[in-house]
């Protein structure tokens, strides 16, 4: 019987460390997606995203407070670099994306465009794209990292 045992033994720990060892990949995987998602959360902008309120000036010279919308008031923002990372059709697609939101809000829509860049490579980008709505500049690095 000591015999049998001794060979039992071993065999069934390799099942058991076989079994973990599964166990602890398919955590793994499930950590892994987890993280990647948390990172994308942490640094892309999405719907729903909760902006800190702040002050600033407009390219126009307009001062507005993001993050404080008025009761019942629909408000966009886009945030969008100068570099051209976006696709080359997004500004009609905002375009066609704001008429839709406005026939539907019933006149409570403000829309407004924040920029990641420096003022003057905003504007001529501004110029350049002729935006169908105010932009502004994130007045601290920090809202613009936030």
Same mark, same amino acid.
């Given at each position: 019987?000591?015999?049998?045992?001794?060979?039992?033994? !071993?065999?069934?720990?390799?099942?058991?460390?076989?079994?973990?060892?599964?166990?602890?990949?398919?955590?793994?995987?499930?950590?892994?997606?987890?993280?990647?998602?948390?990172?994308?959360?942490?640094?892309?902008?999405?719907?729903?995203?909760?902006?800190?309120?702040?002050?600033?000036?407009?390219?126009?010279?307009?001062?507005?407070?993001?993050?404080?919308?008025?009761?019942?008031?629909?408000?966009?923002?886009?945030?969008?670099?100068?570099?051209?990372?976006?696709?080359?059709?997004?500004?009609?697609?905002?375009?066609?994306?704001?008429?839709?939101?406005?026939?539907?809000?019933?006149?409570?829509?403000?829309?407004?465009?924040?920029?990641?860049?420096?003022?003057?490579?905003?504007?001529?980008?501004?110029?350049?794209?002729?935006?169908?709505? !105010?932009?502004?500049?994130?007045?601290?690095?920090?809202?613009?990292?936030?």
């Amino acid at each position: 019987m000591p015999d049998r045992l001794a060979r039992v033994v !071993p065999l069934v720990a390799l099942g058991v460390a076989r079994a973990l060892v599964v166990l602890l990949a398919l955590q793994n995987r499930a950590l892994r997606v987890q993280a990647e998602k948390l990172c994308e959360r942490a640094t892309e902008p999405y719907v729903g995203l909760v902006v800190p309120s702040f002050r600033a000036a407009t390219l126009g010279g307009d001062t507005v407070t993001i993050g404080q919308a008025a009761a019942g008031e629909l408000r966009v923002l886009f945030v969008f670099t100068t570099s051209g990372a976006e696709a080359p059709g997004a500004v009609p697609a905002w375009s066609a994306m704001l008429e839709k939101l406005d026939a539907s809000s019933a006149g409570k829509l403000e829309v407004y465009g924040i920029s990641l860049d420096p003022e003057p490579e905003t504007r001529r980008y501004v110029a350049d794209q002729d935006l169908p709505f !105010p932009v502004l500049c994130f007045p601290e690095r920090k809202l613009a990292r936030l």
